[in-house]
């Protein structure tokens, strides 16, 4: 049985992500998900990193308790759906926390790598499709809003983690892709249906 493909969506908070997985996901016949709080497990955690209660949570905390919730949902989604040949096509994965935790909180890019291939087991998406919007667009779609403890880490940290994202997709552009997600759903939908037929034959 061929192995399915890992599809991957990352991008800044309200990008556009969820629905584009939704849309995708369809389209492909295949296992739409997301991290954190793809299982039930990553549920639990997902309530821990979200809650601006819990602003005493440090950033190493922070970064270890993502790596478990991956670990989880890999072992619980998304390796049981690629061996049994269906596409993964996922609201975040582990380039979110390269992005967040090593480019946004300053912690050693090297060490997120390494905790999170461990999480993985190797097993990393095989696409990446980064869902770019303008800063003005994204403010606007947050308006209304109940932001969570990552969405009030301030603009400075968003801009990190912003020029993460921009950083590892141009440096390793045979895997990732940007898509412009400044257009209407439907025209986004059709560059992104475009280039997974383009880069996976799917």
């Known amino acids: 049985m061929e192995r399915g493909r ?6 800044a908070e309200a990008c556009g992500k969820s629905t584009h997985v939704v849309r995708l996901a369809k389209e492909l016949g295949a296992v739409a998900t997301r991290e954190t ?3 039930r497990i990553g549920q639990l955690i997902r309530g821990v990193l979200h ?3 819990n602003l005493e949570l440090t950033d190493k905390a922070e970064a270890l308790l993502i790596a478990a919730d991956r670990a989880q949902h890999l072992a619980e989604i998304v390796e049981p759906a690629l061996a049994a040949g269906r596409h993964v096509v996922s609201d975040r994965s582990v380039y979110s926390s390269l992005a967040y935790q090593a480019y ?8 997120v790598h390494e905790i999170n291939d461990w999480a993985l087991g190797g097993v990393w998406p095989d696409l990446v499709v980064l869902i770019d919007v303008d800063p003005a667009e994204l403010a606007k779609r947050m308006e209304h ?6 969405e009030i880490a301030g603009d400075d940290f968003h801009e990190r983690v912003a020029d993460g994202f921009a950083k590892m997709a141009a440096e390793d552009p045979a895997r990732w892709v940007v898509i412009d997600g400044n257009h209407s759903v439907s025209q986004v939908s059709a560059a992104i249906r475009a ?3 383009d880069r ?3």
């Open 6 to 11: 890992y599809i991957a969506f990352e991008g």
């Open 37 to 39: 709080g793809g299982t």
């Open 51 to 53: 809650d601006t209660a």
């Open 104 to 111: 946004g909180r300053a912690l050693p890019f090297d060490r």
């Open 145 to 150: 809003r109940l932001l969570d403890r990552f």
């Open 195 to 197: 280039v997974v037929h």
């Open 200 to 202: 996976l034959g799917l």
